[in-house]
């Protein structure tokens, strides 16, 4: 039997819904059971010439949708568009400001173990599950702001797609479940005990919870990722060690997914814990 960790549920827009909840295909589709694949998720193995041979589009096309130079490498979990953007894909940005106790805890009173003078509101651009890019925010701490941003540069590079960010009433209006967005700081205890966690300290990122949830025993968090739990999958937004991963690990995060005691696939934080 599943211990939820929260009774929170989520309804996305609908031209989302199937792109979060739907695990059985590697690739996404527009609305209607026979329309054609939209995107693709890249596996183990794949190459864009064989990409576009498998969706009967040329190469050349491939490459022009997704803005790929010729020396640019496919990466596993990025995701490639397989129908012409409205527009060119712009370059990937960011920029930091500063946060106030109240922006950071909701209250400016709260006892936190950080001060709200050393953590940073660092916005990343990124692309969404349909290969769209938003501008998100992640509060981190300011020791981590370099490596923060070398990291969601790398996934923004290997196309690697994150289903909401905040704000989200700006890129997922009418979001509910909080429990679904990328995020770094919030001050709160690890599950079940009151021990600060990584991410009350500004030092952790989870990563698309649903689609990476975290495995303890009969635990799973967040509700609802049980379609996510085998990691031979490769679905829109799933993080593997041969894949997005090392977007972090590159810049000095461990990753939770190769914990022994428990696995923790959104999870990455400089401290191996």
């Given at each position: 039997m599943i211990v939820w960790k929260s009774l929170l549920r989520v309804v996305p827009p609908l031209a989302l819904v199937a792109l979060a909840v739907a695990p059985s295909l590697p690739v996404t589709r527009s609305a209607g059971a026979d329309a054609a694949p939209v995107t693709h998720v890249i596996r183990p193995g794949d190459t864009l010439s064989a990409i576009a041979y498998r969706y009967g589009i040329g190469t050349a096309d491939l490459r022009k949708w997704n803005t790929l130079a010729d020396a640019d490498l496919i990466s596993v979990d990025g995701l490639l568009r397989l129908t012409p953007p409205a527009g060119t894909l712009p370059p990937w940005r960011s920029r930091v400001e500063t946060v106030t106790a109240e922006e950071a805890n909701g209250n400016p009173t709260r006892k936190c173990p950080v001060p709200a003078g050393d953590l940073r509101r660092i916005w990343v651009r990124y692309l969404d599950f349909t290969g769209v890019p938003h501008d998100g925010?992640?509060?981190?701490?300011?020791?981590?702001?370099?490596?923060?941003?070398?990291?969601?540069?790398?996934?923004?590079?290997?196309?690697?797609?994150?289903?909401?960010?905040?704000?989200?009433?700006?890129?997922?209006?009418?979001?509910?479940?909080?429990?679904?967005?990328?995020?770094?700081?919030?001050?709160?205890?690890?599950?079940?005990?009151?021990?600060?966690?990584?991410?009350?300290?500004?030092?952790?990122?989870?990563?698309?919870?649903?689609?990476?949830p975290m495995i303890r025993g009969d635990y799973l968090d967040p509700p609802r990722s049980e379609p996510w739990i085998p990691r031979d999958q490769y679905l829109p937004g799933m993080l593997h060690g041969d894949g997005a991963v090392a977007a972090f690990t590159d810049n000095g995060f461990y990753w939770g997914g190769r914990w022994k005691t428990l696995k923790d696939y959104m999870h990455f934080s400089p401290n191996d814990l």
């Open positions: 925010t992640i509060i981190m701490h300011r020791d981590l702001v370099t490596a923060t941003r070398k990291s969601f540069a790398a996934l923004y590079r290997l196309r690697f797609p994150i289903l909401v960010m905040q704000p989200a009433s700006v890129n997922m209006p009418g979001l509910t479940d909080k429990s679904i967005l990328t995020s770094g700081y919030e001050c709160r205890y690890v599950a079940g005990t009151t021990r600060w966690s990584q991410h009350s300290y500004g030092r952790a990122i989870d990563v698309n919870p649903r689609q990476n």
